[in-house]
């Protein structure tokens, strides 16, 4: 069982950053692949990016590629995602998650654990 908790989420304009963090507890991130989803009100849940536990390799949805960027600190067991060129529509709840079962899992069902998720808003 891991414990995951996110942080760095905030207001911010158009053409922004904000850096994501997912701290965990419980378990050593190492033998997970992480990801990040997002939720929009009234919208359903979406994959954002993902990398597989050696670090080695990242992907990304589409609407987030050259913008986002995955990386983890496995010896601080924590996941980032730095968002860069932020647009209105990227203003969602932001969810990171660990899955221990897929091969690039891009699926909310291939992941087995969330954290609560931390509000980002991007004005316009």
């Known amino acids: 069982q891991v414990q995951l908790v996110e942080s760095g989420g905030g207001l911010v304009q158009a053409g922004g950053s904000l850096r994501l963090s997912c701290a965990a507890s419980?378990?050593?991130?190492?033998?997970?692949?992480m990801g990040w989803f997002r939720q929009a009100p009234g919208k359903e849940r979406e994959f954002v990016a993902g990398?597989?536990?050696?670090?080695?390799?990242?992907y990304y949805a589409d609407s987030v590629k050259g913008r986002f960027t995955i990386s983890r600190d496995n010896p601080k067991n924590t996941v980032y995602l730095q968002m860069n060129s932020l647009k209105p529509e990227d203003t969602a709840v932001y969810f990171c998650?660990?899955?221990?079962?897929?091969?690039?899992?891009?699926?909310?069902?291939?992941?087995?654990?969330w954290g609560q998720g931390t509000q980002v808003t991007v004005s316009s």
């Open positions: 990398i597989i536990r050696g670090g080695a390799a990242t």
């Open positions: 998650a660990a899955a221990s079962g897929s091969w690039y899992p891009r699926m909310r069902s291939e992941y087995d654990f």
């Open positions: 419980g378990r050593t991130l190492s033998v997970y692949d």
